[in-house]
């Protein structure tokens, strides 16, 4: 009897921790994109930090997403910051030396915070990198109580099961061999 509870609850708890990644954390909404194609991200704010309202993000944009441009918040205050690249690189006949490397997201008032029990999206596009693989964008979460850092990234693969805060991930699919213009 003991043993069949024992199991049960085992079994509740590997739903639970198989369940959690999908309703919490901060993810990106669309987490698959090919390689090479402008992408919309959209990191999608789960909950506040221990129950507080979330009243600003911090985005590392990752290497190689090429002019990201975020996507103004009624409410929120956006601010950018750029860095110069170790290697530069074309859009539209232009070279680019200096890229956008961090977004922010401030509430610009108490109304405009978001509750915990209430979820958001914050967005921003760009161009992903011509080589396939994960990208991983780190975020980090201020409340008007505490904060969250969601920048851990498994040594190996892309499985960010068991970690506390991990980074959101975008894996960048190869592109097709035959391309469809249209
Ligand atoms: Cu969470």
Known sequence: MMKKICSVLMLMAGLLAVLQPASAHVVLSEPKAVAGSYYKAMLRIGHGCNGSATN?????????FEGAKPQPKPGWTIATRKAKLAQPYNSHGKTVTDDVVELRWTAASKEAA??????????????????????????????????????????????????????????????PAHEHHH
């Open 114 to 175: 978001l509750p915990d029990d209430q979820f958001d999206e914050f967005a921003f596009m760009g161009r992903l990198p011509d080589k396939a693989g994960p990208l991983w964008v780190k975020v980090l979460q201020t409340c008007e109580s505490g904060q969250n850092d969601w920048s851990d990234i498994p040594a190996n693969g892309t499985s960010t099961r068991g970690m506390k805060s991990p980074a959101a991930l975008l894996e960048v699919q190869p592109a």
């Open 56 to 64: 600003g993000l911090v985005v590392q944009v990752p290497f190689g």
